[in-house]
């Protein structure tokens, strides 16, 4: 029975990767320990899903590394190890990639852990690509101001952007002989560790270099070619007005339940099977009722994302809004009581 559940397990997560456009991948155990061997690595890597129940489980927490024979030959100086980026540098490790980090920069308090892991610090060799995960636009330009892409290299940026800026940050790459993709991320951390991101491209799939695809191939388990540059960009702000103003919806529904003196828990378990229902109730509902704001994703970078989107809405005459001015205004308060730091559904208790 449980040979039988691994063959099933194994089978849909092949079928769901062929449906997703991931290259083949060889699965842990599978020819790797002959006889007993390969099943008790196939048992020990299967396990959480027999533990629990649930096959899906296997492939909707973490998908095995995709290792590619000649892997090690693609080097990427990566920019940027902070919540998000420092998860997916261990990916693409893991991953067999060699990942070069600056000594200096954003997140560079995090970035010697990762050379113990098996990350490299860099010596100023080149490199294949440049993978960015960085706050803000300006901090882009600075970086490969600072540090200019040489020819040949592809500059991966998986920031979320400003899309108005993503044209001239490719003219730049190209005026050095390197190419550039915007292609913002998706997800919590812990997709970006076990290579789960949503990911959109400003490109062609067909556009892209060998490494750049297999980069991406390795940290997201669903991408969208937008066509264009500055598209992924665009594509990820309209992602951030959405899912940060269907929390403020939640948190003003939680007002009223707490006013009500409706029972919490009880209460969140049935809107999640109700209309109501989304991923942010999912993920943050029980700890906004709670009034917990533990950092996930800082209120800071919802700021700067909403400013982004509202300022490209006033640019275009005769578009009128509404709701994305007021929650400017509220993520701004929050600003100003300083809670950047904080989780973004911080803005919420105004």
């Given at each position: 029975?449980?040979?039988?559940?691994?063959?099933?397990?194994?089978?849909?997560?092949?079928?769901?990767?062929?449906?997703?456009?991931?290259?083949?991948?060889?699965?842990?155990?599978?020819?790797?320990?002959?006889?007993?061997?390969?099943?008790?690595?196939?048992?020990?890597?299967?396990?959480?899903?027999?533990?629990?129940?649930?096959?899906?489980?296997?492939?909707?927490?973490?998908?095995?590394?995709?290792?590619?024979?000649?892997?090690?030959?693609?080097?990427?100086?990566?920019?940027?190890?902070?919540?998000?980026?420092?998860?997916?540098?261990?990916?693409?490790?893991?991953?067999?990639?060699?990942?070069?980090?600056?000594?200096?920069?954003?997140?560079?308090?995090?970035?010697?852990?990762?050379?113990?892991?098996?990350?490299?610090?860099?010596?100023?060799?080149?490199?294949?690509?440049?993978?960015?995960?960085?706050?803000?636009?300006?901090?882009?330009?600075?970086?490969?101001?600072?540090?200019?892409?040489?020819?040949?290299?592809e500059v991966l940026d998986f920031s979320t952007g400003d899309p108005r800026q993503a044209s001239s940050l490719?003219?730049?790459?190209?005026?050095?002989?390197?190419?550039?993709?915007?292609?913002?991320?998706?997800?919590?951390?812990?997709?970006?560790?076990?290579?789960?991101?949503?990911?959109?491209?400003?490109?062609?799939?067909?556009?892209?270099?060998?490494?750049?695809?297999?980069?991406?191939?390795?940290?997201?388990?669903?991408?969208?070619?937008?066509?264009?540059?500055?598209?992924?960009?665009?594509?990820?702000?309209?992602?951030?007005?959405?899912?940060?103003?269907?929390?403020?919806?939640?948190?003003?529904?939680?007002?009223?339940?707490?006013?009500?003196?409706?029972?919490?828990?009880?209460?969140?378990?049935?809107?999640?099977?109700?209309?109501?229902?989304?991923?942010?109730?999912?993920?943050?509902?029980?700890?906004?009722?709670?009034?917990?704001?533990?950092?996930?994703?800082?209120?800071?970078?919802?700021?700067?994302?909403?400013?982004?989107?509202?300022?490209?809405?006033?640019?275009?005459?005769?578009?009128?809004?509404?709701?994305?001015?007021?929650?400017?205004?509220?993520?701004?308060?929050?600003?100003?009581?300083?809670?950047?730091?904080?989780?973004?559904?911080?803005?919420?208790?105004?």
């Amino acid at each position: 029975m449980v040979l039988q559940c691994i063959a099933d397990v194994e089978e849909r997560a092949l079928l769901h990767s062929a449906n997703c456009n991931y290259p083949p991948r060889q699965l842990p155990g599978r020819e790797l320990l002959p006889g007993v061997g390969l099943v008790v690595a196939r048992i020990i890597h299967f396990l959480p899903a027999l533990i629990d129940g649930s096959v899906a489980a296997v492939y909707s927490t973490a998908r095995p590394p995709i290792r590619y024979e000649e892997v090690g030959m693609y080097h990427i100086l990566w920019f940027g190890t902070g919540r998000f980026g420092s998860p997916m540098v261990s990916r693409l490790v893991e991953s067999g990639f060699a990942v070069h980090l600056p000594r200096s920069g954003h997140g560079t308090e995090s970035s010697a852990a990762l050379v113990e892991a098996g990350a490299h610090w860099w010596s100023g060799g080149a490199v294949d690509l440049y993978g960015l995960c960085l706050p803000r636009t300006a901090d882009v330009v600075q970086t490969m101001d600072n540090y200019p892409p040489g020819a040949g290299v592809e500059v991966l940026d998986f920031s979320t952007g400003d899309p108005r800026q993503a044209s001239s940050l490719l003219s730049a790459a190209q005026a050095r002989g390197a190419g550039y993709m915007d292609c913002p991320v998706s997800g919590s951390a812990a997709h970006g560790r076990n290579g789960n991101l949503t990911m959109w491209i400003g490109s062609e799939r067909s556009s892209a270099s060998e490494p750049g695809r297999q980069t991406i191939d390795a940290l997201s388990q669903r991408q969208f070619w937008m066509g264009r540059v500055g598209a992924g960009f665009s594509a990820k702000l309209v992602n951030q007005v959405i899912h940060i103003l269907n929390v403020a919806a939640i948190g003003e529904g939680l007002k009223l339940a707490e006013a009500l003196d409706l029972p919490r828990d009880e209460l969140i378990e049935s809107l999640r099977h109700a209309s109501s229902t989304s991923a942010m109730l999912d993920r943050f509902g029980a700890a906004i009722a709670a009034h917990d704001h533990t950092a996930h994703f800082r209120l800071e970078l919802a700021a700067k994302d909403i400013e982004y989107a509202s300022n490209i809405l006033k640019s275009f005459s005769g578009v009128q809004t509404s709701y994305i001015d007021l929650l400017r205004d509220d993520l701004n308060t929050a600003l100003s009581r300083g809670e950047g730091d904080a989780n973004f559904t911080t803005f919420i208790d105004n």
